[in-house]
């Protein structure tokens, strides 16, 4: 089993930052893959970054090219999502989640992530 644990949300005004963390416990794997979702209401779910344990390879949806940051810190078990230039349409509830998956791309299903977290509200206002 793997815990997940998020923090850092929070209300933004547009243009601002936040930086979400991840923190993992329990039987990690450093070949898992780890995603930042966001789902905002009446939306699907949707992979907005992934970032694998080992060797760190990294991939971004299109919409957050530019102005989200993926990374991690193996020595503490935790992933972050520093997120800069917030709009609007960037509120959402994110989660992070846990799985094994053969690349690291934002075309990874949600059933392929075997851990979620909580999920933590991000709003940003115009």
């Known amino acids: 089993q793997v815990q997940l644990v998020e923090s850092g949300g929070g209300l933004v005004q547009a243009g601002g930052s936040l930086r979400l963390s991840c923190a993992a416990s329990?039987?990690?794997?450093?070949?898992?893959?780890m995603g930042w979702f966001r789902q905002a209401p009446g939306k699907e779910r949707v992979l907005v970054a992934a970032?694998?344990?080992?060797?760190?390879?990294?991939a971004y949806e299109d919409s957050v090219k530019g102005r989200f940051t993926a990374s991690r810190d193996n020595a503490k078990n935790t992933v972050f999502l520093q997120m800069n230039n917030l709009k609007p349409e960037d509120t959402a509830v994110y989660y992070c989640?846990?799985?094994?998956?053969?690349?690291?791309?934002?075309?990874?299903?949600?059933?392929?992530?075997?851990?979620w977290g909580q999920g933590t509200q991000v709003t940003v206002s115009s």
């Open positions: 989640a846990a799985g094994y998956a053969p690349r690291v791309t934002v075309d990874i299903k949600p059933s392929q992530f075997d851990y």
């Open positions: 329990g039987h990690t794997d450093s070949n898992y893959v």
């Open positions: 970032i694998r344990w080992r060797f760190g390879s990294i």
